[in-house]
T-cell receptor, first 112, second 112 residues
């Protein structure tokens, strides 16, 4: 099935470093969501974006809805060990109803 | 407020059997969606139910079906199981007009 292009696939960083990941698509989305998934659990919603250009923060996390509506990025500042996990972007298209299209995920490892 | 509850957490079935998975959404959430997560294909949309009606369906064979009850609880059924059906099946619910989907912890299905 179609997926969003999410990069990077994996990241290995030191505690305290900032992290940036992004998602791109050839299609326009009207909603972008960012999720984090821990092993054996379902994805947990981090940030939801509803308008092109929107910049939203949730603690140390900041995400933006691209102006073209075809991309989004997520930044994590001052990473800590509990940030370890898989981060997914998900987009919702107006023509697809409630269906979410997910990126392939970014596996984040934080070394203490 | 209780989260999305999925039962069972783990399931082992034999090829050719059928299986039923259950999902109880967050109280007040009337929309329930199902996703399949595998290492190869990532998160793929199965279907969405709202007020006991299937509102959207992904690209899965007819062996995959679902339903929603009047209390918004949902079940999905997979008949004639194949080895490739081994996956984490995730249920997500959302309130009307809220784009954020809350996922359950999933049911890990293994087909042997």
């Amino acid at each position: 099935g179609q997926q969003l292009n999410q990069s990077p696939q994996s990241m290995f960083i030191q505690e305290g470093e900032d992290v940036s990941m992004n998602c791109t698509s050839s299609s326009i989305f009207n909603t972008w969501l960012w999720y984090k998934q821990d092993p054996g659990e379902g994805p947990v919603l981090l940030i939801a974006l509803y308008k092109a250009g929107e910049l939203t923060s949730n603690g140390r996390l900041t995400a933006q809805f691209g102006i073209t509506r075809k991309d989004s990025f997520l930044n994590i500042s001052a990473s800590i060990p509990s940030d370890v996990g898989i981060y997914f972007c998900a987009g919702q298209r107006e023509t697809s109803g409630s269906r979410l299209t997910f990126g392939e995920g970014t596996q984040l490892t934080v070394n203490p | 407020k209780a989260g999305v509850t999925q039962t069972p957490r783990y399931l082992i079935k034999t090829r050719g059997q059928q299986v039923t998975l259950s999902c109880s959404p967050i109280s007040g959430h009337r929309s329930v969606s199902w996703y399949q997560q595998t290492p190869g294909q990532g998160l793929q949309f199965l279907f969405e139910y709202f007020s006991e009606t299937q509102r959207n369906k992904g690209n899965f064979p007819g062996r995959f079906s679902g339903r929603q009850f009047s209390n918004s609880r949902s079940e999905m059924n997979v008949s004639t199981l194949e080895l490739g059906d081994s996956a984490l099946y995730l249920c997500a619910s959302r309130a009307v007009r809220n784009g954020g989907y809350t996922f359950g912890s999933g049911t890990r299905l293994t087909v042997v």
